[in-house]
Each structure stands twice: as structure tokens, then as C-alpha cells.
Nanobody, 123 residues
Framework: QVQLMESGGGSVQAGGSLRLSCAAS????????LGWFRQAPGKEREFLAA????????YYADSVKDRFTISLNNAKDTVALQMNSLKPEETAMYYC????????????????WGQGTQVTVSS
């Protein structure tokens, strides 16, 4: 059974930073990608970043690639997302995902999802 649990969300002012973490279990036999998406009210879920776990290759959406960093800790089965220079329009629920199909073109969707953690960026 795949379980994903996010932590680290909260409120921050524009230009600030937050670090999200996702504790993952049970994913290694059914997934080779771990990553992050977000969804703002009234908008579609958006890919942010992913790591292809067999090679630790990382992939980013163009909108975040110079500001966000994804990192995998294999020993602890966690994947983190360091977010810098946050903008008010990035206020959303942030989700950890596991699955297959991530790559240089991004990741269309995960197969397994966490409950999400709220990030609020104030101006």
C-alpha cells in the first residue's frame, strides 16, 4: 500500500521560502517517480517537480525551475521541495505524488497522492 504524507506548508510573505517534505512508503515496487503538484482554487492541478528515483534525475516545470529544488533522501524515503522567491499567485494546495511516467517533458499525473499541504503566500 502506497502512503504519502506531506508536511511543511504554511504562510509566507511574497519573496519568502518554504520547504515541503513528503514521507513515502510502499511506493518502490509500483513507482519510479516521486514529485510535487499544486492546485489552486478553480484551477487544474499543475506539475511542479519530479525525481526519477532509479537515477535520481530531476525534472521541473518551467515556471519553477529556477526557484524550486526537489531532493530525494533514499535512506529516509522522503522527497523534499525547497521553494524560494514565492509569489502570491502560488498560493495553493501542494500535493506529493508517486507513479510512473515522469521525464524531461514533465509529468502528466501521479498514480498515488498525499492529502496535500496548504501554502499561502501573502503580498
Amino acid at each position: 500500500q502506497v502512503q504519502l504524507m506531506e508536511s511543511g506548508g504554511g504562510s509566507v510573505q511574497a519573496g519568502g521560502s518554504l520547504r515541503l517534505s513528503c514521507a513515502a512508503s510502499g511506493y518502490k515496487y509500483v513507482s519510479n517517480c516521486l514529485g510535487w503538484f499544486r492546485q489552486a482554487p478553480g484551477k487544474e492541478r499543475e506539475f511542479l517537480a519530479a525525481v526519477y528515483t532509479p537515477a535520481a534525475s530531476t525534472y521541473y516545470a518551467d515556471s519553477v525551475k529556477d526557484r524550486f529544488t526537489i531532493s530525494l533522501n533514499n535512506a529516509k524515503d522522503t522527497v523534499a521541495l525547497q521553494m524560494n522567491s514565492l509569489k502570491p499567485e502560488e498560493t495553493a494546495m501542494y500535493y506529493c505524488a508517486a507513479g510512473t511516467g515522469c521525464g524531461p517533458l514533465g509529468w502528466e499525473h501521479g498514480d498515488y497522492w498525499g492529502q496535500g499541504t496548504q501554502v499561502t503566500v501573502s503580498s
